[in-house]
């Protein structure tokens, strides 16, 4: 069973940063994909970032430029670096890996304040 946890979430400025972790019970140098999703108050869950497993990135492009993912296969941990942050970045943030099926940690909230 894969466990994801996030954390690093809570209340900032407008123009600073934050580093968001997801920390996953295993390898996940097993999973072909790890992503960020984010979630606002009354939206849909949006895709953020992806690293494939060949350390290829995407980003969406609301967060191209200001976001970095990346991750550590030796402490087993996922990313995501957030500057310039913005109040429209205000959500929560998930942890997404697949391998085989789709899993999600339980998401971090991020709020940004002008």
């Known amino acids: 069973q894969v466990q994801l946890v996030e954390s690093g979430g809570g209340l900032v400025q407008a123009g600073e940063s934050r580093r968001l972790s997801c920390a996953a019970s295993g390898s996940i140098s097993r999973f072909n994909a790890m992503s960020w999703y984010r979630q606002a108050p009354g939206r849909q869950r949006e895709w953020v970032a992806t690293i494939t497993r060949g350390d290829t990135t995407a980003y969406a492009d609301s967060v191209k430029g200001r976001f970095t993912i990346s991750r550590d296969n030796a402490k087993n941990t996922l990313y995501l670096q957030m500057n310039s942050l913005k109040p429209e970045d205000t959500a929560v943030y998930y942890c997404?890996?697949?391998?085989?099926?789709?899993?999600w940690g339980q998401g971090t909230q991020v709020t940004v304040s002008s």
């Open positions: 997404n890996a697949v391998q085989m099926g789709v899993y």
